[in-house]
């Protein structure tokens, strides 16, 4: 192992005898000529290791006398031991994971995703300078184009603001809106973004469905709607025009905001994506945020969301107050990613990819459970719906799974069914290991 320079070596050696008290304080270190000739080494060097423990605090420099040992009250700190702050977690290994919202490795093209990354990489003028708050402008142009036309979005590059995730997003967002206090969320949590706006005072209240007349929401005086009309529940139901226009008539008599959160809305197997609520809207009262984590890969953490005007003045006025914290990079690949055809290539691909996944985990279900469960594919999304015959407490069914190492997405019971029901994700178990992972569920639920 090689050891530390010779300046380092001589600072380690004064400090431990100033902290251990044998150099007491106001005791002279020898000078820097007498140290250099008693250790046979240069005069830099202990000039190093001196000025080292003076930046320290460990010595004061005194001009034209030498140095010397500071006073420090030792005494009254109480450094603990070792074994009162340090714990050892043991995560318990996960065989199976059908809760993660992890990508399938085969929908993606890595080879063709380095040669986008080498290629910004040759960008140096532009790698060089920090990225602009908002986002690579480009990129947003790329961005705000394709979701005009595939999700019918009405937005200029201007509005659009990118980061990389949409909780860092939520964190500006909250910033410009904290004079609306309540949050509500519609069909059901959404725990990461919730997290958000209770940290920065909001509060949340949840809202698994909503009444005809929207009765709730004007009780409750909500200014702010949380929402993903595009897959209101975990297997793709969409919200109904007629609840979309009636939440837009809220928006505008109570002067209210929408966040439109629009993920995996490219995932629907069967017809085209429903347009967006904020196309409906013109813009005016829904904030629309969208992601590349599904359709490309959760570590490329570029989400983005489009501002209505109302807010892009007072966005505008903050904007150098946030650093930007997607990676620049991975901006500029991106953008010349979904300039040259590769996005709308990737979607098509990775839906008929998900539709056949979804499918087979299905019949995988119905055949190894025979008439014990039966499961059933959503309309999009990833999420399979087993609905299990016999009885389980969720507490205990979850914390088994967890134990035995496969994780499950949720577990609930719906209205009109007797049955508890199982949410699996397809997305992060790869195909070859569906049978062996029913098996072993199997197992955990009807053998004790």
Not at 50 to 77: H, K, M, N, W
Not at 183 to 203: H, K, L, T
Not at 309 to 317: A, H, N, V
Not at 346 to 362: E, G, P, W
Request: aromatic share 12%; proline share 4%.
């Amino acid at each position: 192992m090689e050891k530390d320079p010779l300046y380092i070596q001589l600072y380690d050696h004064y400090k431990e005898l100033i902290s251990s008290g044998v150099l007491r304080p106001e005791s002279k270190l020898p000078s820097i000529r007498q140290c250099a000739s008693e250790r046979m080494i240069s005069k830099t060097t202990v000039e190093g290791a001196y000025l080292q423990l003076v930046a320290e605090g460990y010595v004061t420099s005194r001009p034209g006398s030498g140095f010397y040992v500071s006073s420090l009250d030792y005494e009254d700190i109480t450094i603990p031991k070792e074994s009162s702050y340090l714990e050892v977690y043991e995560k318990s290994k996960v065989i199976y994971d059908f809760a993660s919202a992890n990508v399938d490795y085969k929908t993606f093209n890595f080879s063709l995703w380095s040669k986008y990354i080498k290629h910004a990489l040759r960008s140096e003028k532009r790698l060089i300078s920090y990225g602009e708050p908002q986002g690579e402008y480009d990129l947003r142009v790329a961005i705000s184009s394709y979701i005009e036309e595939s999700r019918e979005v009405l937005c200029s590059p201007h509005q659009v603001v990118i980061g990389a995730g949409i909780q860092s997003l939520l964190h500006i967002l909250c910033s410009l809106i904290k004079h609306r206090e309540k949050v509500a969320f519609i069909n059901g949590s959404f725990n990461q973004g919730g997290a958000i706006f209770e940290d920065r005072g909001f509060e949340t209240k949840i809202f698994n469905s909503i009444d005809e007349n929207l009765n709730d929401l004007v009780e409750e005086n909500v200014k702010i709607i949380y929402t993903s009309p595009s897959h209101t529940t975990p297997w793709g139901d969409v919200m109904p025009i007629n609840t979309r226009l009636k939440l837009l008539n809220f928006a505008k008599q109570q002067d209210a905001l929408i966040i439109e959160d629009d993920y995996d809305s490219e995932f629907r197997y069967y017809g085209r994506p429903v347009p967006s609520l904020q196309g409906l809207d013109g813009g005016e009262k829904v904030i629309y945020m969208g992601t590349f984590s599904k359709l490309l890969l959760p570590s490329l953490r570029i989400s983005f969301m489009v501002l209505p005007i109302e807010l892009l003045d007072l966005y505008k006025s903050k904007a150098d107050l946030y650093n930007q914290t997607a990676s620049k990079m991975e901006q500029i690949a991106l953008c010349n990613f979904i300039k040259d055809g590769h996005l709308r290539r990737q979607i098509k691909k990775s839906r008929k990819f998900y539709m056949t996944k979804s499918r087979l985990l299905c019949n995988c279900i119905n055949d190894v459970f025979k008439d014990k469960a039966t499961a059933s594919p959503g309309a999009g999304g990833f999420l399979i719906e087993m609905e299990v015959k016999k009885e389980l407490l969720k507490k205990d069914f979850m914390k088994v799974c967890k134990e035995k190492g496969i994780l499950i997405k949720d577990f609930y019971f719906k209205s009109g069914r007797e049955n508890p029901c199982i949410l699996l994700s397809c997305s992060g178990v790869t195909s070859e290991a569906f049978y062996p992972a029913m098996k072993f569920l199997k197992e955990i639920i009807f053998i004790k």
